[in-house]
């Protein structure tokens, strides 16, 4: 069973930090490319982070280049998405995605506020 499980969201100050994590099984996660997504509230969802299956190529949305980080564990079949100096507009669910050519997966997603 494909399951894609993220944790490390919750309430942060603006200039704070998260790291989130996403679980990943039942499936061979190395060949994946593994991307992070975000939905604010009223909005479409929208590509935050995108790490390439080798690990050799980044791509990040314009809002969070030079404070978001991504980066993944083979290992331990986990992606992770460090966030700094997070700011309100960085407030919505951030959801987890495995994508190769034949299979694209989601996890349910995990909560970011970011407020004072």
């Known amino acids: 069973q494909v399951q894609l499980v993220e944790s490390g969201g919750g309430l942060v100050q603006p200039g704070g930090s998260l790291r989130l994590s996403c679980a990943a099984s039942?499936?061979?996660?190395?060949?994946?490319?593994m991307s992070w997504y975000r939905q604010a509230p009223g909005k479409e969802r929208e590509l935050v982070a995108v790490?390439?299956?080798?690990?050799?190529?980044?791509k990040y949305a314009d809002s969070v280049r030079g404070r978001f980080t991504i980066s993944r564990d083979n290992a331990k079949n986990t992606v992770y998405l460090q966030m700094n100096s997070l700011k309100p507009e960085d407030t919505a669910v951030y959801y987890c995605?495995?994508?190769?050519?034949?299979?694209?997966?989601w996890g349910k997603g995990t909560l970011v506020t970011v407020s004072s």
């Open positions: 790490l390439t299956l080798a690990g050799g190529s980044t």
């Open positions: 039942g499936f061979t996660f190395r060949i994946y490319a």
């Open positions: 995605n495995a994508n190769s050519s034949l299979r694209d997966y």
